[in-house]
T-cell receptor, first 116, second 111 residues
Framework: GAVVSQHPSRVICKSGTSVKIECRSL??????MFWYRQFPKQSLMLMAT?????????EQGVEKDKFLINHASLTLSTLTVTSAHPEDSSFYIC????????????FGPGTRLTVL | KQEVTQIPAALSVPEGENLVLNCSFT??????LQWFRQDPGKGLTSLLL?????REQTSGRLNASLDKSSGRSTLYIAASQPGDSATYLC??????????FGTGTRLLVSP
């Protein structure tokens, strides 16, 4: 149980275009989802916390107008990288928690974004 | 601001060896600490979770300890196998489900 999927697993786009990444909780309802970014040989950095039906909370230094997060249902959160640039190339990972849980986050397999 | 450091950054051992991975954090006010495994280009697999009130957790060949007062955790892997090769990340839950990750230890176990 507690499986999280991401789509696509890999995406290549041109500079200036927008890319949408989906994060789904497959067998549970997730009231809270998290988005992380991981640059090569670095650790995961939390970008934002996404709560169903409300606006996402962004970490300091993360541009909310560039990284649009929508959590319209209890099983789906989307991250849209708008006007992508090569420096946005990274590995994006989402996670989700079970309702009422403060402990475990279940992580998706990640999405590799390459901006040319 | 919580900072998490992992030592060593990389480790190469022959199969069968017991090994210890280290994690240190600067702020002892944590909710819990987790150890994860990440295979290249993949997501994270949770290995062990230690609550702030606990001293250690065990799962199979893995044992994780936590000394909150000194800001340290160790992950002990017994009888290492080539399949254990991966990057190991520790993460501190600072509350409100926010995880601060360490920089990871890349482990290579050779046959």
């Amino acid at each position: 149980g507690a499986v999280v999927s991401q789509h696509p697993s890999r995406v290549i786009c041109k500079s200036g275009t927008s890319v949408k990444i989906e994060c789904r909780s497959l067998d549970f309802q997730a009231t809270t989802m998290f988005w992380y970014r991981q640059f090569p040989k670095q650790s995961l950095m939390l970008m934002a916390t996404s709560n169903e039906g409300s606006k996402a909370t962004y970490e300091q230094g993360v541009e909310k107008d560039k990284f649009l997060i929508n959590h319209a249902s209890l099983t789906l959160s989307t991250l849209t990288v708008t006007s992508a640039h090569p420096e946005d190339s990274s590995f994006y990972i989402c996670s989700a928690t079970l309702p009422g849980s403060q402990d475990t986050q279940y992580f998706g397999p990640g999405t590799r974004l390459t901006v040319l | 601001k919580q900072e998490v450091t992992q030592i060593p950054a990389a480790l190469s051992v022959p199969e069968g060896e017991n090994l210890v991975l280290n994690c240190s954090f600067t702020d002892s006010a944590i909710y819990n600490l987790q150890w994860f495994r990440q295979d290249p280009g993949k997501g994270l697999t949770s290995l062990l979770l230690i609550q702030s009130s606990q001293r250690e957790q065990t799962s199979g060949r893995l044992n994780a300890s936590l000394d909150k007062s000194s800001g340290r955790s160790t992950l002990y892997i017994a009888a290492s196998q080539p399949g254990d090769s991966a990057t190991y990340l520790c993460a501190v839950n600072t509350g409100f489900q926010k995880l601060v990750f360490g920089t990871g230890t890349r482990l290579l176990v050779s046959p």
